[in-house]
């Protein structure tokens, strides 16, 4: 029986991660801003899932859950970092009051998470989990600031997994495709002013013509989470679903051209030796 403290519980893959790891009998922490919005999911299993406020921007209310874990279950076993939200606009047309904020949850409040259960997680080994997207491995217009956040995430739990490996600490990084949670819904915020200049990269019509239409299913991917986490060497990278191995298959022999076109002119960067 594992114990669990998940972010971000109020809807998406947030909230089925929480379900599924309670149905299967462990104990899980769920946590959202809001707390009214999952009290009554954690009613059903009678005290193996109990809800908890947590605002990830804020250190403190971070510290507090990890300590209401503890004292509820004794331990903690896994942390999954999935709350946070997407924002489309080109970078000319975003403002910081727009872009700022979710970086806030996004990154930093993912930051402040694993800072507050890495003192328990070091005692007794553990898996953190965190969450990022297919538009961590890849930058596409019209999504810059939400794939520089996924970028961070991405090169944070790269450290991350090197510093805690001595202590049999385990990092997965989920990198989701397309998939029929609320993302493109409740969870997108877009920026205000549309520049015609950049119309032709914008995900406006992206996010109108394919929200609710997602081919990924949620339950299956969840699923795979599971497995990742149950496993004696899970990966570090996660992608979920074909479009995000697509855009992973793309960039890798994007890369490798790239470095084998300049290989000769940009390797030769060295002192030359006497």
């Known amino acids: 029986m594992k114990t669990w403290l998940i972010t971000g519980c109020s809807s998406g893959f947030g909230r089925r991660l929480a379900l599924a790891a309670a149905r299967r009998g462990d104990r899980v922490v769920a946590t959202a801003r809001t707390v009214e919005a999952i009290r009554e999911m954690a009613l059903p299993f009678e005290g ?7 605002d990830v921007t804020d250190s403190a209310s971070a510290r507090a859950a990890v300590e209401r874990a ?4 004794g331990t903690l076993d896994i942390l999954v970092n999935n709350a946070g939200y997407g924002f489309f606009g080109a970078i000319e ?9 979710m970086f806030e949850v996004n990154v930093f409040g993912l930051v402040e998470t694993i800072r507050a259960a890495l003192p328990v997680l070091r005692r007794g ?9 297919s538009a961590g491995i890849a930058g596409h217009g019209g999504g810059g600031y939400y794939n520089a956040a996924k970028f961070a995430v991405e090169g944070l739990s790269e450290a991350l997994a090197d510093e805690v490996r001595p202590f049999g600490v385990r990092v997965v990084i989920v990198e989701p495709g397309p998939f029929r949670t609320e993302f493109l819904g409740r969870s997108i915020a877009m920026a205000a002013q549309e520049m015609p200049e950049y119309a032709a990269s914008s995900r406006r019509r992206y996010r109108e013509t394919n929200d609710g239409h997602q ?23 996660l992608p979920l679903g074909p479009v995000a191995h ?12 790239d470095i084998d076109t300049w290989r000769d002119v940009s390797i030769n960067t060295d002192f030359d030796r006497p």
């Open 215 to 237: 081919a990924g299913d949620p339950d299956k991917a969840v699923t795979v989470i599971l497995r990742a986490v149950d496993a004696d060497e899970p990966p570090l990278h």
């Open 246 to 257: 697509g855009i992973a298959e793309r960039k890798l022999a994007a890369f490798r051209k």
């Open 48 to 54: 193996r899932m109990i809800a908890v406020p947590l």
């Open 93 to 101: 047309e975003a403002s910081p009051e727009e872009y700022r904020p």
């Open 70 to 73: 503890v004292e509820a279950f």
């Open 125 to 133: 080994g553990g898996t953190i989990v965190n969450m990022s997207s």
